[in-house]
């Protein structure tokens, strides 16, 4: 094949409403027909950032693929009214069958994409047009209410107030404002990122200045806070009938909503979870070093992302044997602690031992079930919430997410902490993590932080996953004084605490802006800004164990 490519700007899509929506199409210069890979996104086909993020189309071209990267409806080029989700499925189903059609494709269709991107693959899937062949859905969900608005009934401020005012606002507000007034808001909008940790501090949420000093934007985050952003049209990840291969990170918002994509999807489909952030594939992570092999540069030393997708594409859309999807296994995780990869058949892995690692008085942490019912306490004050310190959080330009030190947030006294004595031997921690937690309150309603860290002999604390509750999501309003059980989903890790290390659990009520804090009056910082302060009190022991569940892996 010839080392070129022809790369053709803005080409027309028409939809089934009339609706023109634009496209960038990468393809080889030789003549002849070829499978065409479709992406679509909302922020802006022309930045490399986005169209070149973390997949290369070139290389896809010149490896024999008509690459379309489109902008969808009411964004950038593309004509129409941005509705976030909602339009993707009917959409996405044209554009699919659109692109099936162009003169210099073979019939043939692959999506792929991250985010947003892959919400428009698993949507335009679930119409199941005829043309789609495979999928390649990264750090995504399929869920809106579920996995983008709330975590265990809390608010994910963090991620709502970054995607609003990075990622939406500009496009959205230039093409409802005039020339002129949009040259002093684009002005505005870059000082107001600048200051998004400032702004984050605003309450109640509902009056976001960044938001509310732009009518035309007030109506899109109204609908994101109260959850009206749920796309659905009746379809379901049971009408999806094409191979999909997932991919996610252990420290992304979407994890559990990426392997949720593939445990509830029929077929042919593959997972891979690296030690990765939303759409970061660098070694250094945080305050770990992952090794070259955890990088999407060089995946278990040898493939790097886009080299994964034409692998994938290559099968399902050409016919080309591989050893990666033949008889192999369909899971492919990244262990971190030991920093190597791991090939798996199922997910939870079949031979788990859940074990429960106790709370017990004095900070402990241990196998052995205490017997003493006893309890610690702390003082939540919503007016000073805990810091967020790292973890699967979507805050601009990956500032403060995933695994960093958490030794200055353990120094509160509104954080209790409960430590093992250090291991005698390594002790790998793979599969969903739950946290079972013995609690009582003088608030009617409060929330319930929990993570799980791995503490290094040198004493550094690093976080490996963790969950919220908010009090009312399980069980309404609370009877001041009464213990309560709650059931905290941490998500899930693959984590070798190494010998010499101990294992940490830390349990508060705020992790602040990732998450809204509780005001602990019945009512959210919403539409409020009255706070109580709220006595808490943790059991251990005699009925109430507080304990953690671990998925212990044995050596094999």
């Known amino acids: 094949m010839s080392e070129q490519v022809i790369v053709e700007r803005d080409v027309p899509c028409k939809l089934r409403d009339g609706v023109t929506l634009y496209a960038n199409v990468y393809r080889p210069s030789e003549g002849g027909r070829y499978p065409v890979l479709l992406s679509r996104l909302p922020y802006n086909k022309n930045l490399p950032n986005f169209s070149h993020r973390y997949v290369d189309p070139i290389r896809m071209a010149l490896e024999g693929y008509v690459v379309v990267i489109q902008d969808v409806r009411g964004r950038y080029s593309s004509e129409g009214e941005f509705t976030p989700f909602e339009q993707e499925f009917e959409d996405g189903y044209d554009s699919v069958e659109w692109a099936a059609s162009l003169p210099y494709s073979n019939g043939k269709v692959g999506m792929f994409g991250l985010s947003y991107y892959g919400y428009t693959q698993i949507f335009a899937a679930m119409g199941q047009p005829p043309s789609l062949k495979a999928i390649f859905p990264a750090f995504t969900g399929n869920n809106i209410s579920r996995d983008l608005s709330k975590r265990g009934g809390a608010y994910e401020l963090g991620k709502l107030e970054t995607w609003i005012l990075d990622s939406v606002a500009p496009d959205y507000l230039k093409r409802k404002q005039d020339s002129k007034n949009y040259e002093f808001t684009s002005r505005e909008l870059l000082m107001d990122l600048d200051q998004i940790l400032d702004w984050h501090q605003h309450f109640p949420f509902e009056e976001w200045p960044p938001v509310m000093r732009h009518p035309e934007l007030r109506d899109l985050y109204q609908s994101y806070l109260n959850g009206e952003l749920a796309a659905g049209n009746g379809a379901s990840l049971d009408d999806i009938n094409v191979p999909g291969f997932h991919m ?17 999807l029929k077929g042919d489909q ?28 060089l995946i278990d030393g040898e493939d790097n992302v886009t080299s994964l997708h034409l692998k994938w594409f290559d099968y399902w859309l050409k016919g080309k044997k591989s050893s990666l999807f033949e008889g192999d296994a369909p899971i492919k995780l990244f262990v971190m602690g030991t920093n190597e990869w791991r090939d798996e058949y199922e997910w939870p892995l079949a031979r788990t031992e859940y074990r429960p690692l106790y709370l017990q008085s004095g900070g402990r942490l241990s196998f052995d079930k205490p017997e003493k019912l006893t309890n610690q306490s702390y003082l939540y004050n919503p007016e000073n919430p805990v810091p967020t310190k790292g973890g699967p959080s979507l805050f601009i330009h990956g500032i403060n997410t995933g695994p960093l030190a958490q030794n200055e947030v353990e120094q509160r006294d509104d954080v209790l902490i409960y430590t093992s004595d250090p291991l005698d031997e390594n002790l790998e921690v793979t599969g969903p993590v739950k946290f079972k937690l013995y609690a009582s309150t003088d608030a009617i309603n409060t929330d319930f932080v929990v993570k799980l860290t791995d503490v290094l002999p040198d004493g550094t604390s690093i976080n490996v996953t963790e969950g919220i509750v908010r009090a009312d999501h399980i069980h309404g309003l609370l009877k001041p004084g009464d213990i309560y059980e709650y059931e905290i989903d941490l998500w899930a890790t693959s984590q070798v605490f190494l010998k010499g290390h101990s294992i940490r659990v830390q349990v508060t009520s705020s992790n602040f802006p990732m998450y809204d804090p509780n005001p602990n009056t019945g009512h959210t910082l919403l539409n409020t800004t009255q706070t109580v302060k709220a006595n808490q009190k943790i059991y251990e022991g005699a009925g109430h164990t507080s304990h953690i569940v671990l998925p212990i892996i044995e050596d094999e």
């Open 248 to 264: 996610a990170g252990w420290f992304d918002c979407f994890l559990n909503a990426t392997i949720n994509n593939f445990t509830e």
């Open 270 to 297: 593959k997972l891979i979870i690296g030690p990765w952030g939303h759409g970061v594939f660098n070694p250094y992570f945080g305050d770990r070093y992952f090794g070259l092999k955890g990088s999407g540069d």
